[in-house]
């Protein structure tokens, strides 16, 4: 016969529920365990990082740009008139004297309003010439009309002298010495009168000559005018250095003002440096610089800085205190490092590549004797070309990296292998 077996159900479904509740505990422990772990690190080559050591001592800051060697002393040469290039005499690069000349130009309207001018000039100083005889002879008939009142005067007087003796005397009569007063005061008035005619004649004369005087000097000026823009036709260098630029061709008709070519002393040169603008802030007149001509560096003080930006740069003009080495030439290439200050005691590092002046950043710092390197956050103040002042986050002795770690901006933490 069948025998009924006790229902063990209830059994089973508590064994269910703990098997259940040890399976969740078992995850949530494991999940605590994972979540509490920190992420794997990634790996960097030690050869692609460019570590550097936090120092402390004295910090010299710079600023550093690319330039060129120019030429102190820069003479350009413009075209005076409306002419018309004939031939080339020199080359770029031919060594010239003030007399040199460079070039020939032409213009035929030129030389013919010279002619005139010279013809004018010469019209004027004859017709001068004829005004100061006429004027002089002008002067003489008036001075000798003067001559005779004066000599009638004279003998008028005499004769007045000699009636009013006889009267005294009681010889001549009192109408006859009336009279003779009355001439000779009469003369003594003509006189005076023929005097100022004289004066007014002469400065008359004065005048007349110095208005056509005016002439003569007004036509002397147009004249030596024309000879020297017709000198000017034959370009002179009008210094001694060096023909560096001819930027007109034969046959090229150039206008009053047209460059036609530019001559430098050789001997006299600068540097033109161009810093960066956030760089340039800093840099004052006088500042020593140190001038890289790839043959040597010469030493130079910093004499002016431009007042614009020009593409994100300042040019700085730099004078050489020293002779500048063999090779030298306008236009080479140089490097410019200019000295702002000297600091005594400050904590410094090398630059990193995104170090701006007075910014934080995160930097990975060295740790576990070069096994790892982790981000901390470094507050920078003054920088150099190549090195910056530390403000906040690290210490002397501690090892960093410099290079770009853009790649891991993503991790606080990596591993150096």
Same mark, same amino acid.
């Given at each position: 016969?069948?025998?009924?077996?006790?229902?063990?159900?209830?059994?089973?479904?508590?064994?269910?529920?703990?098997?259940?509740?040890?399976?969740?505990?078992? &995850?949530?422990?494991?999940?605590?365990?994972?979540?509490?772990?920190?992420?794997?690190?990634?790996?960097?080559?030690?050869?692609?990082?460019?570590?550097?050591?936090?120092?402390?001592?004295?910090?010299?800051?710079?600023?550093?740009?690319?330039? %060129?060697?120019?030429?102190?002393?820069?003479?350009?040469?413009?075209? +005076?008139?409306?002419?018309?290039?004939?031939?080339?005499?020199?080359?770029?690069?031919?060594? &010239?004297?003030?007399?040199?000349?460079?070039?020939?130009?032409?213009?035929?309207?030129?030389?013919? %309003?010279?002619?005139?001018?010279?013809?004018?000039?010469?019209?004027?100083?004859?017709?001068?010439?004829?005004?100061?005889?006429?004027?002089?002879?002008?002067?003489?008939?008036?001075?000798?009309?003067?001559?005779?009142?004066?000599?009638?005067?004279?003998?008028?007087?005499? +004769?007045?002298?000699?009636?009013?003796?006889?009267?005294?005397?009681?010889?001549?009569?009192?109408?006859?010495?009336?009279?003779?007063?009355?001439?000779?005061?009469?003369?003594?008035?003509?006189? +005076?009168?023929?005097?100022?005619?004289? /004066?007014?004649?002469?400065?008359?004369?004065?005048?007349?000559?110095?208005? !056509?005087?005016?002439? $003569?000097?007004?036509? /002397?000026?147009?004249?030596?005018? /024309?000879?020297?823009?017709?000198?000017?036709?034959?370009?002179?260098?009008?210094?001694?250095?060096?023909?560096? $630029?001819?930027?007109?061709?034969?046959?090229?008709? *150039?206008?009053?003002?047209?460059?036609?070519?530019?001559?430098?002393?050789? /001997?006299?040169?600068?540097?033109?440096?161009?810093?960066?603008?956030?760089?340039?802030?800093?840099? !004052?007149?006088?500042?020593?610089?140190? $001038?890289?001509?790839?043959?040597?560096?010469?030493?130079?003080?910093?004499?002016?800085?431009?007042?614009?930006? &020009?593409?994100?740069? @300042?040019?700085?003009?730099?004078?050489?205190?020293?002779?500048?080495?063999?090779?030298?030439?306008?236009?080479?290439? *140089?490097?410019? %490092?200019?000295?702002?200050?000297?600091?005594?005691?400050?904590?410094?590092?090398?630059?990193?590549?995104?170090?701006?002046?007075?910014?934080?950043?995160?930097?990975?710092?060295?740790?576990?004797?070069?096994?790892?390197? @982790?981000?901390?956050?470094?507050?920078?103040?003054?920088?150099?070309?190549?090195?910056?002042?530390? &403000?906040?986050?690290?210490?002397?002795?501690?090892?960093?990296?410099?290079?770009?770690?853009?790649?891991?901006?993503?991790?606080?933490?990596?591993?150096?292998?």
């Amino acid at each position: 016969m069948d025998i009924q077996r006790p229902s063990n159900a209830r059994a089973k479904k508590i064994k269910r529920i703990v098997f259940a509740t040890v399976a969740i505990l078992l &995850v949530g422990g494991v999940s605590f365990g994972l979540s509490r772990l920190r992420p794997a690190a990634p790996s960097v080559d030690k050869a692609t990082i460019w570590p550097d050591e936090v120092k402390r001592g004295p910090m010299v800051r710079e600023v550093r740009g690319l330039g %060129t060697l120019v030429p102190e002393d820069i003479r350009w040469i413009p075209a +005076q008139t409306d002419s018309r290039v004939e031939r080339w005499v020199l080359r770029p690069g031919a060594i &010239v004297k003030p007399s040199s000349i460079i070039m020939e130009l032409s213009d035929p309207t030129l030389q013919q %309003t010279a002619l005139d001018a010279e013809f004018q000039l010469k019209g004027a100083e004859a017709d001068y010439a004829n005004l100061k005889v006429q004027v002089n002879s002008e002067l003489m008939n008036q001075k000798a009309n003067e001559a005779a009142v004066r000599s009638d005067y004279e003998q008028a007087r005499l +004769q007045h002298d000699v009636d009013e003796k006889l009267f005294n005397e009681g010889i001549g009569s009192d109408h006859i010495r009336n009279l003779s007063r009355v001439k000779e005061q009469q003369l003594a008035i003509r006189v +005076q009168l023929e005097g100022e005619r004289t /004066k007014v004649a002469a400065d008359s004369a004065t005048a007349r000559l110095a208005a !056509q005087q005016a002439k $003569i000097d007004q036509q /002397k000026a147009l004249y030596q005018l /024309k000879r020297s823009q017709l000198e000017a036709l034959h370009v002179r260098a009008g210094i001694d250095g060096v023909l560096q $630029i001819v930027p007109v061709e034969v046959g090229q008709r *150039v206008t009053p003002g047209t460059n036609l070519a530019r001559v430098a002393d050789p /001997k006299k040169l600068k540097a033109e440096i161009k810093i960066a603008e956030t760089q340039a802030k800093d840099v !004052q007149p006088m500042q020593k610089a140190s $001038i890289d001509t790839r043959n040597g560096i010469v030493a130079g003080h910093v004499t002016r800085i431009d007042p614009s930006v &020009v593409n994100g740069t @300042v040019t700085v003009d730099v004078t050489l205190d020293e002779p500048c080495p063999n090779g030298c030439r306008a236009d080479l290439s *140089v490097d410019g %490092t200019v000295t702002l200050e000297n600091l005594k005691d400050v904590l410094y590092v090398g630059r990193p590549v995104h170090g701006q002046a007075d910014s934080t950043i995160g930097i990975f710092k060295i740790v576990d004797d070069g096994a790892e390197a @982790v981000r901390v956050n470094v507050k920078l103040g003054r920088t150099s070309v190549n090195t910056i002042e530390i &403000v906040d986050g690290l210490k002397v002795g501690d090892k960093v990296i410099l290079s770009d770690m853009s790649a891991w901006d993503n991790f606080d933490r990596i591993r150096l292998k």
